[in-house]
């Protein structure tokens, strides 16, 4: 049964292994010559005018739980659809309550003025 698992342990390791080289080989072939204008800290091609720690909009928020909603319905309805047959009445009862989790938090994204862009 384990054997099974092989090529992916395989295909890891060969991952790390290479992710691995590239950042050494990027320390070491990298030029190393700091200056002030290379260390001053920019934001968006702009000098920094606030303080990094000062808080976000909240807009931001409800964009990313937005993104998430839309994001998890897609990445389980496709395999939820393809196994629909084999799962029978208790898979398709999970997914309506999972749909209706997303359909609360997709109601809190339109009260809560997400939806409506300016």
Do not use: Q
Request: hydrophobic fraction near 60%; aromatic fraction near 18%; charge should be negative.
């Amino acid at each position: 049964m384990l054997e099974n698992y092989l090529p992916v342990l395989i295909f890891i390791c060969v991952g790390l292994l290479v992710g691995t080289v590239m950042i050494a080989l990027g320390f070491v072939l990298a030029p190393h010559k700091p200056d002030s204008e290379k260390l001053s800290p920019y934001e968006c091609g702009f000098e920094a005018f606030e303080d990094a720690r000062m808080k976000f909009d909240v807009r931001y928020y409800l964009v990313a739980i937005l993104f998430i909603i839309f994001d998890l319905e897609i990445a389980f309805l496709f395999p939820w659809a393809i196994v629909l047959k084999d799962i029978g009445l208790f898979g398709f009862l999970a997914m309506l309550v999972f749909l209706g989790i997303l359909v609360v938090g997709f109601v809190y994204e339109w009260k809560k003025g997400a939806l409506e862009w300016e």
